[in-house]
């Protein structure tokens, strides 16, 4: 992905990635349940999608930062029914679920040779397919984690929520206190933030929670999702949005 089109890392970029996790979790759940593609059937078609995504924007002669949003929302939808088809079809134990998804996001981490021209000013890794592939298998383990969290450990999508949530508060004020900037401490962000968007999706829909259905919570989130992206863009400077 284009240089242009990645936005900047910041409080708005972790917000908006917070709650693009908590939709994405929503929109796999209704992509199987509602849409009853179970787990596995609805994989291709958003693998089209992400595709199609970056297709596009790699035609695209204006800079859009949506193409990375839209991309990075397809992934999560699809890494929640990754997540689930390994531990719920599959029946594979979280924890060795778990500790093969973060070898394999490590291995992908130590294959990719950052390009001198890594975007230090943002501290995004380039966005290239070593990129979206870890991006998937973050947003994978992270599924898992929230479930594991959620499931295994009993504390429910309310708990666990809190949890996690504390969790990301925890690495996010590390990021800015200690001034982390290295890939590895942004990889461990994102893991971070797809967990508890894992139990806050489960939170907001489930019986056990809010209770509100994933038709509405999705609905919901995704408005909420939008409205972000949107006060972020109409929030940058005037140079910037003429970029």
């Not at 990635?17 to 759940?29: H, P």
């Not at 929640?80 to 070898?103: C, E, K, Q, R, S």
């Not at 290239?128 to 959620?150: C, E, F, I, S």
């Amino acid at each position: 992905m284009q240089t242009r089109n990645v936005p900047a890392t910041g409080p708005g970029y972790w917000t908006a990635l917070s709650i693009a996790s908590v939709f994405g979790a929503n929109m796999g759940d209704f992509c199987s349940k509602i849409l009853h593609l179970g787990h596995a059937n609805g994989l291709l078609p958003l693998a089209i999608l992400f595709g199609a995504i970056l297709a596009a924007e790699r035609r695209a002669t204006a800079a859009n930062v949506a193409f990375y949003w839209l991309a990075v929302i397809a992934l999560r939808t699809a890494a929640t029914n990754t997540g689930d088809l390994l531990t719920h079809d599959f029946a594979i134990p979280y924890p060795v679920a778990m500790a093969g998804l973060a070898a394999l996001l490590a291995g992908i981490l130590i294959l990719e040779r950052p390009s001198p021209q890594a975007r230090r000013k943002t501290s995004v890794p380039d966005t290239n397919l070593y990129y979206w592939a870890a991006m998937m298998v973050a947003g994978t383990l992270g599924t898992a984690t929230g479930d594991y969290v959620a499931d295994v450990l009993r504390l429910g999508a309310g708990g666990g929520s809190l949890v996690l949530c504390a969790v990301l508060a925890v690495v996010l004020a590390a990021r800015a206190i200690g001034d982390f900037t290295s890939r590895a401490s942004y990889w461990i962000t994102i893991v971070a933030i797809r967990s508890a968007g894992t139990t806050m999706g489960d939170y907001l829909a489930g019986r056990h929670g809010l209770d509100l259905g994933l038709p509405i919570s999705t609905a919901a989130t995704g408005i909420v999702f939008l409205t972000i992206l949107a006060a972020l863009f109409y929030a940058r400077p005037p140079n910037e949005a003429a970029a």
